[in-house]
């Protein structure tokens, strides 16, 4: 089946990783960042389309090279702002078992200044098919910036643009659970297609099972609810319809950085209906967790 060509936007923070080689104190310094990660494989997915990427970075020689770096992967960086007095942030992945956590660094990140560059967001999603954001991309924001990005969602939504959104639930970016949940189901309440956690959802949401989640976010008028549950069934909703999906199980797992990513870009960048769409969510997220990194080259080709 032949793709037809989409513009998505995706808008968040890109930041430099550090990620382990596997030598004692090796690390190998790329980019990425959630919304990040899922442009990059929306990009190798799907070549033709028209992705692009919405931050700001600085002018600084790090900067440089991830614009350059992005325009090499096939993203579009018209809508990237550059600002002389900020710079992009740093975060180091720790691997244990597989599993990840992450220090950060990032006090002087140029994309918390997103929505005071005026017509930059706005102008980037106009005419767009889809646009793709996260918790993380509104938990940086403060309380204005949010309010702005929030009420051009809307207008966007309501000339016919699709509002995509992964409530990455990331507590350390938000004063307490109390204002990210407010915060996150009021994005809630203007996207179409949301993919929650359902681990993160009941630690911070009480969700009893994967039925709750999508009740709470079906609530909150979100049409195409997609709960990811580890390597669990995945429930969802669709069409008014509720199904579940089970995925394959990976052969190995060496780093789990950007599963979830990966997923919403294989989800994203997929033609059929909604259980081919999940199917390829999680063939291209099983190829990412058994490499290392969150931007895993040939894991697309894999698939």
């Not at 244990?96 to 140029?110: I, K, L, M, T, V």
């Not at 993380?136 to 924001?141: D, M, P, T, V």
């Not at 999508?214 to 049409?223: E, L």
């Amino acid at each position: 089946m032949t793709a037809q060509k989409k513009r998505i936007v995706s808008i968040g923070e890109c930041m430099v990783e550090l990620a382990p080689t596997g030598a004692p104190d090796g690390f190998v310094a790329s980019f990425a960042g959630d919304t990040y990660n899922t442009a990059w494989y929306l990009a190798q997915l799907q070549p033709t389309w028209d992705i692009d990427y919405v931050t700001c970075i600085g002018t600084d020689p790090m900067s440089d090279k991830m614009a350059a770096f992005t325009q090499a992967a096939g993203i579009g960086t018209d809508h990237i702002g550059r600002l002389e007095t900020h710079t992009m942030g740093l975060y180091m992945i720790h691997l244990d078992d597989g599993e990840r956590s992450f220090a950060y660094w990032r006090g002087q990140a140029a994309a918390r200044e997103l929505m005071r560059q005026k017509g930059l967001v706005d102008k980037a999603i106009a005419g767009a098919d889809i646009v793709y954001l996260s918790g993380i991309s509104i938990a940086i924001l403060d309380d204005a910036g949010r309010a702005g990005l929030r009420e051009q969602l809307k207008a966007a939504r309501a000339n016919g643009v699709t509002i995509a959104f992964d409530p990455n639930l990331r507590l350390r970016l938000w004063p307490d659970a109390t204002a990210m949940c407010a915060a996150i189901m009021d994005f809630a309440s203007v996207s179409d297609i949301v993919f929650p956690s359902h681990d993160e959802e009941a630690l911070f949401f009480g969700d009893a099972d994967i039925a709750a989640t999508q009740a709470r976010y079906q609530a909150a008028g979100c049409t195409t609810i997609i709960v990811k549950n580890g390597g669990g069934e995945i429930r969802y909703l669709s069409n008014g319809e509720t199904a579940s999906f089970m995925p394959q199980k990976a052969e190995k797992v060496r780093d789990t950085t950007a599963a979830g990513d990966s997923f919403n870009a294989g989800f994203l960048g997929a033609v059929g209906d909604t259980e081919a769409q999940i199917a390829a969510g999680c063939a291209l997220a099983e190829q990412v967790i058994q490499g290392a990194g969150a931007l895993v080259v040939g894991a697309v080709a894999a698939r």
